[in-house]
């Protein structure tokens, strides 16, 4: 068996307070794969449930490329119908939703390229800071593909419809610049500032208390769905677990005692 089909597609890092989910197939530019997905979705478990992780952060292995899309390689034999493509929905659906249910903060690190599936997984962070050159766009139309529909939800939500529909139906590669107008991405860098910038914005939001980012992080999700199908309570316990817990305490003794705040989780 070959090297590229033995390797974990993803690396998990534990460097606490952060955590790091590193794309690992730089011979095909981080095409996702099946075990990609199934990947993800472990890796972020792995990192939601050791403690002293408090920020996620998610990159290539090398700065020229972030994913590049579906590993289209497998479609010939995993994804050749729609029975199979439905069956293969399983594995990409299982990682976004780990991605958008965890309760701590994952940060996309974007570089190289962007594109597809790639965009899908960006799209399920919290936050997207993005290399200057990085390439994003949603090539499906040229492929004859339907980008799934909680992709276009996603992307709709972020960008507005009218970017959506000029991203899905163009296929276009666009770069990093104009996905900062778009509001695709929240930063921009130099690609050599890329790295240092993201750590310094996660180690600063790894202070924060880990309680109100869950609780944060909960109500964005509820506030983009129709107010019917809103977990209102489920985000009201969050609130209320926060006005009661030791962070909360520490929080506002911090302040009256004008020093930085340890928060624990608790």
């Given amino acids: 068996m070959s090297e590229q089909n033995t390797r974990d597609p993803l690396v998990v890092s534990h460097e606490a307070p952060l955590g790091w989910l590193i794309l690992n197939r730089p011979e095909v530019r981080n095409a996702l794969n099946l075990r990609a997905w199934q990947r993800i979705a472990e890796g972020v478990a792995e990192l939601e449930s050791d403690p002293d992780v408090r920020v996620i952060v998610m990159r290539g292995a090398t700065a020229e490329a972030f994913i590049a899309g579906a590993d289209i390689s497998e479609f010939p034999s995993i994804r050749s119908n729609a029975d199979q493509a439905r069956a293969y929905r399983e594995a990409p659906n299982r990682a976004v939703g780990a991605m958008v249910n965890c309760r701590k903060p994952l940060i996309a690190m974007i570089s190289g390229v962007c594109i597809g599936g790639g965009l899908q997984v ?5 936050i997207r800071m993005a290399a200057r050159g990085t390439r994003l766009g949603v090539p499906a139309a040229r492929l004859g593909l339907a980008y799934p529909l909680e992709g276009v939800v996603a992307l709709t939500q972020v960008v507005g419809p009218a970017n959506a529909r000029d991203i ?11 996905a900062y107008a778009m509001g695709l991405v929240n930063r921009v860098f130099e690609r050599d500032a890329l790295e240092a910038a993201v750590r310094e914005y996660a180690l600063k939001m790894a202070s924060n208390a880990p309680l109100t980012m869950g609780a944060a992080k909960a109500a964005v999700r509820e506030a983009l769905k129709d107010p019917g199908e809103r977990d209102i309570k489920g985000v009201s316990a969050m ?17 009256l005692e004008k020093r930085q705040p340890k928060f624990s989780g608790r």
């Fill in 122 to 126: 960006a799209l399920s962070c919290d």
């Fill in 239 to 255: 609130v209320a677990r926060c006005f009661d817990s030791e962070d909360y305490r520490e929080g506002v003794r911090a302040f």
């Fill in 168 to 178: 899905l139906l163009s296929a276009r590669l666009f770069d990093a610049d104009e």
